[in-house]
C-alpha cells in the first residue's frame, strides 16, 4: 500500500467522525428549542393538530384545554395552561375533530389520533375539500 493511500484513510475516517459529531451536536440543540406539539384536551380526549383541512365550523361545544409545554428545556420555563372555546365540526363527530379558538372565525382543526392515525371521518373531509 503506498504512503499516500495510508494517509488519505486515517483522514477520511476522521472526517466522517467529526460529521457524525457535528451532526449529533446539531440535533441535541435543536431538540432544546423544539416547540411543543399544538394539542388541546377536551372531555378528557386529546386532539392534535391537522393541517391544512377546509372544514365548517358547527356549534359551541364547551371548554378545550391547552396543556402546559416546556419547550425553553429551563427550570420554570414552561407556560401555563390555558383555555379556549371547543366548536363541532359540521360532519364529524366530536370524538373524532374539533375547531378550537377564541372566537368561531379564529379557530384550528384538531383531531384525535390513534397512533399516527387519523379517524376515517378526517381522513375523508382532507381528501375531499
Not at 503506498?2 to 441535541?28: D, H, Q
Not at 356549534?59 to 420554570?76: F, I, N, R, S, V
Request: charged share 20%; with cysteine.
Amino acid at each position: 500500500m503506498s504512503w499516500a493511500k495510508r494517509s488519505v484513510s486515517p483522514l477520511l475516517m476522521a472526517v466522517v467522525a467529526v460529521s457524525a459529531v457535528a451532526c449529533t451536536s446539531e440535533n441535541n440543540s435543536a431538540d432544546d428549542t423544539e416547540s411543543c406539539v399544538y394539542q388541546v384536551t377536551y372531555e378528557g380526549r386529546t386532539y392534535r393538530d391537522v393541517a391544512n383541512v377546509e372544514f365548517t365550523v358547527g356549534a359551541k361545544l364547551g371548554a378545550a384545554t391547552k396543556p402546559p409545554c416546556d419547550d425553553t428545556g429551563q427550570d420554570g420555563g414552561e407556560e401555563p395552561a390555558t383555555t379556549e372555546t371547543a366548536y363541532a365540526v359540521d360532519g364529524i363527530s366530536p370524538r373524532d375533530a374539533i375547531a378550537v379558538g377564541n372566537t368561531p372565525g379564529n379557530v384550528q382543526f384538531v383531531a384525535v389520533y390513534s397512533g399516527n392515525e387519523l379517524p376515517s371521518e378526517v381522513k375523508k373531509l382532507i381528501a375531499n375539500p
